[in-house]
């Protein structure tokens, strides 16, 4: 039996501190960096996509202030860290536990307009929370004294030299600790200037010298494929299979853990992945580094026997031995099946993907294959392909063991049946990860998730517009019937015209059969209705435009457009979202409200001087508005 080399145990152990373990999360970046000391092992690296614009602006020329925001795990404080070195700060100084820390900028030589050709005075705030007084407690004067001169450095007289500061902290930590600051003209200031570059997600307004990263708006999915780099490339994993391992030891063929990282390492597995990332982040779900990073290790090393959920290297050969590596699979890792319930739904990663539903929605087909597919003739290749063939964590023993017992005798003995359902979850979450792009229609890929859209909105909405496409007219005339249902409370089947139809009693009734105004979703006179790409934040909207110059957007999330279609598709309205009912009437006062504005800029008038006339929306046998005039005169 090989022994396994301490330098790969170490490497396994020190994976598991970026995994689901009880630690102290303080200082984390810190903590991390220790334990690879510890260990003899470079820890997990990769550049943000911020690092090279933070860099800059403090590095640069024309060094500038920078505020990092951003929720916990964001990397706020790995960047300080990547500054201060960039700047050759004392070593010892960062590794000390104060959250205040400052030092010289390099000079300019002869050039430099500072005093012995030194730079300015760089101030590092690495936790703002650590560093000002809980709420109720008096400030330290000279931490107030500190803040008090950045805000006014934000805003230089001509030609006066300020120092540069480099703060972290949360948006709720920066907007709390400013109003909490006193009064000044320079801190209220900076604390509107803070809420109009969060609310306007900029990251600088002219005449100020800040620059703001809020490293919560960096997509997700774009962290997740430098962390995925990261990870399955680390020289550390060369070294494991540098050991020739054999059967029944750790990175042997039977190995868990190694057949997790290759896993991972297809192309397919990785997709997918990264559309659950890409569906999170079009669903307004932020995921961080940490979070991901936490994800990652849990794919590889989870196996549900083990301590706190992750294994070592010691504990394979025991699984192997025991035939338990089923319970490693990577399939179900990756959603946190090998943890507690508990404990899965305190970790954000988990808890965001677990609203995707995978493994716990499902279709007959599916379920077919997974139960009765090894003795359906029609079902047959499928078992074989996605099970059969699986040798890891497809149809072994223990699987057909519960397939049998819940065949025969699930509908009398519920506690018999249960071990083969929450395999059925795992199997699910399987087929989702294993089913190939050329079969996914065929089979339904998204049904297994709570958004039957979803492929639907990353292909043929997100992909296309980003690509400077635009989207397909089937795709708009669905949302537009599927709107239409919803501002009559009616079954339409319109979709070329957007209806906007009121009530006698208020817009926001359920059922709004006087209309207001048809709004041509094909371009005519200004109007028009199109799915686009917003320019701040990138993400699709639906717009619609009244004239020229009166036009109205609505972002378009994942959860909207699946709401949207189904309803379209003959769902009824409050049956899937009363959140995205109630969203969908409020744009639709903003479209009253935006008829309004038109009506008084061109003198349009809905009804004659002396006549009170309506417009009754009727439907025919098809479901088409028809329109009936009815009108009140003065006797």
Known sequence: MTDVRPESANWIRFLRQYGPVPQNENMYDEFIRRSAQRAGVEPLYFSHPASASVLESITGSSPISVVLTGTAGDGKTHLCRQVWEAVAGSTAAWQSPEPYLRTSLPGSGDGSPYQDGRGPMLHVVRDLSAWVPQRGASWNPATEAMLRRFSASLFPAEGSQADVFLIAGNDGQLMETWRRLGNSEAVERTHDLFETLLVEDIQEREGVSLRFFNLSRYRSSELLEQAL???????????????????GEFFGPECPIRHNLDLLKTSLVRRRLKDLFALCDHNGVHLPIRQILLLLVNAVLGHADAKDGLMTATDVPTFIRKGTIARASLYNNIFGGNLRQTRRESIHVFDALDRLGVGHETSNRVDNILIFGDTDEGLRTYFDRYMTADGFYGANASYRAAQRAYVEGADENQERSAPFLRMLVAQ???LFLKIPDSEADEMHLWDLT??????????????ILEAGRRVERPILSRLVRG??????????????????????????????RLLEERVSVEPRLGERVEIVL?????????????SAEIRCAMPLHL??????????????????????????????????????????????EPAGRNALAFRL?????????????????EA
């Open 534 to 546: 917003r320019e701040g934040d990138r993400l699709p909207a639906l717009e619609v435009a009244l």
């Open 450 to 463: 709570v958004f039957r859209y979803a492929g639907e909105y990353l292909e043929r909405v997100v992909t």
């Open 229 to 247: 780099d990261a990870f399955v490339g680390h020289a550390a994993w060369e070294a494991c299979r540098a050991l020739n391992a054999g059967q």
């Open 559 to 604: 959860t909207r457009y699946e709401f949207l279609s189904r309803v379209a598709e003959g769902a009824l309205p409050s049956s899937f979202s009363k959140e995205c009912y109630e969203d969908l009437l409020a744009f639709k006062s903003q479209l009253l409200s935006a008829l309004a504005e038109r009506r008084a800029l061109t003198g349009e």
């Open 483 to 512: 709107l239409n249902r919803i501002f009559t409370g009616m079954l339409v089947s319109d979709d070329r015209d957007l209806l906007l139809a009121t009530s006698l009693a208020l817009s926001q009734g359920r059922v709004s």
């Open 617 to 633: 929306l009727e439907l025919d046998d098809a479901g088409r508005a028809t329109v009936r005039d009815l009108e009140l005169r």
């Open 428 to 430: 699910r979450r399987g």
